[in-house]
Antibody, heavy 115, light 105 residues
Framework: EVQLVESGGGLIQPGGSLRVSCAVSGFTVSSAFMTWVRQAPGKGLEWVSI???????DYADAVRGRFTISRDNSKNTLSLQMSSLRVEDTAIYYC?????????WGQGTLVTVSS | DIQMTQSPSSLSASVGDTVTITCRASQGIYNSLAWYQQKEGKAPKLLLSAASRLQSGVPPRFSGSGSGTDYTLTISSLQPEDFATYYC????????FGQGTKVEI
């Protein structure tokens, strides 16, 4: 059974750093396109980042240079390292297997950036 | 970056109605378009990919069409469980979501 379970969310001050992770079972992260999508409270979905099976990465303009997506093939996990966090980064962060790899989503982890 | 303009932002409908939601891309995306349904407090659910390919288990009252820059999601004979928010997503270059359409009673 495919499962994606996010963790690492919490309350962080503006300017701080946080790492959210996604534990994957049922397939190998190295074989799939994996993405992070976020949703601010009461707002729509916003694509954040993708890592392709060949290791290439891409980011939304809003997070490029501040966020880094990575995967650990030995642990079969996906991560998003977030730095220089802003109030507007407050959102539920979803880990998802990309539509081109057989869409599947986690339940999300809430990141709140506030002083 | 490719921008996705989705309309309307919300609509009111009744059970049994047919509703249409549109998405326009800022450049051609060659049918690299997905439609998602999201209910309150839940992760999005994929309905269609490649503009018109219905996902397994999704009722055939959901259909998609379009080409080039303009795409449409049609829900025929709206059911109570269809009241939700719908998003388009292009995956031709990186990924971009539309702003969403809330389908309300």
């Amino acid at each position: 059974e495919v499962q994606l379970v996010e963790s690492g969310g919490g309350l962080i001050q503006p300017g701080g750093s946080l790492r959210v992770s996604c534990a994957v079972s049922g397939f190998t992260v190295s074989s799939a396109f994996m993405t992070w999508v976020r949703q601010a409270p009461g707002k729509g979905l916003e694509w954040v980042s993708i890592i392709y099976h060949d290791g290439r990465t891409d980011y939304a303009d809003a997070v490029r240079g501040r966020f880094t997506i990575s995967r650990d093939n030995s642990k079969n996990t996906l991560s998003l390292q977030m730095s220089s966090l802003r109030v507007e980064d407050t959102a539920i962060y979803y880990c998802a297997r990309d539509v081109l790899s057989g869409d599947h989503w986690g339940q999300g982890t809430l990141v709140t950036v506030s002083s | 970056d490719i921008q996705m303009t989705q309309s309307p932002s919300s609509l009111s409908a009744s059970v049994g109605d047919t509703v249409t939601i549109t998405c326009r891309a800022s450049q051609g995306i060659y049918n690299s378009l997905a439609w998602y349904q999201q209910k309150e407090g839940k992760a999005p659910k994929l309905l269609l990919s490649a503009a018109s390919r219905l996902q397994s288990g999704v009722p055939p009252r959901f259909s998609g069409s379009g080409s080039g820059t303009d795409y449409t999601l049609t829900i025929s004979s709206l059911q109570p469980e269809d009241f939700a928010t719908y998003y388009c997503q292009q995956y031709y270059i990186a990924r971009t979501f539309g702003q969403g359409t809330k389908v309300e009673i």
